[in-house]
């Protein structure tokens, strides 16, 4: 069954730090995978996805993500924190009956950024 | 319209009391899905319906859950009998097409049941 670990319910960083999140995934083929943020009172934003290619994607306002296969993991990365990344954040796993595209989430990490 | 809209934004009701809510998908989205946020727990998914095809129901936790797309666009998630543990944000997505293709997110119905 497909599944989803994030692992850090709760992380905090200074402003101008480096970040990674941590996201682990269970599943039998090969995973689209994706990272959302979801800001107080706002929907659900994507900041990148992998579904195929080159392994370390690139996203939105800096986020990069790298997909190690043989470790099941998708880990997000951003080189300097600012203070409007604080967020939750929810990493993806796409899967379903074929041509269907339901994601399951992790739990979510929420990021504080502190000055 | 530009983004998926999502009614009402916040509804509270009482114990055992039907609730509607309702999603207005992206224009020319084809595939629209329903995800449950419960205080302190990630999303969950519900249903997914792909154009004409039988949607796929397999995440409803229940069978007072039920949802409706009419006419290939607007969805109504119906819950029936409402109980407390219920009370969550309920998440409409769009998409293109299924099959990888990137969701869009409403911002979601809060439910309250009292």
């Known amino acids: 069954a497909q599944s989803v670990t994030q692992p850090d319910i709760h992380i905090t960083v200074s402003e101008g730090a480096s970040l990674e999140l941590r996201c682990n995934y269970s599943?039998?083929?090969?995973?689209?995978l994706f990272w959302y943020v979801q800001s107080p009172g706002q929907g659900l934003q994507l900041l990148l996805k992998y579904f195929s290619g080159d392994t370390l994607v690139q996203g939105i306002k800096g986020f990069e993500a790298e997909f190690k296969r043989s470790q099941s993991s998708f880990n997000l990365r951003k080189p300097s924190v600012h203070w409007s990344d604080a967020a939750e954040y929810f990493c993806a796993v796409g899967a379903g009956r074929a041509g269907a595209n339901n994601l399951f989430f992790g739990t979510g990490t929420r990021l504080t950024v502190i000055p | 319209g530009a983004g998926v809209s999502q009614s009402p934004s916040n509804k509270v009701t009482e114990k055992g009391k039907d609730v509607e809510l309702r999603c207005d998908p992206i224009s020319g989205h084809t595939a629209l899905y329903w995800y449950r946020q419960s205080l302190g727990q990630g999303l969950e998914f519900l249903i997914y319906f792909q154009g004409n095809s039988a949607p796929d129901k397999s995440g409803l936790p229940s069978d007072r859950f039920s949802a409706e797309r009419t006419g290939g666009s607007v969805s109504t998630l119906t819950i029936q009998r409402t109980q407390q543990e219920d009370s969550a944000v309920y998440l409409c997505a769009s998409s293109l097409e299924a099959s990888g293709r990137q969701q869009f997110f409403g911002p979601g119905t809060r439910l309250t049941v009292l």
């Open positions: 599943y039998g083929a090969t995973p689209y």
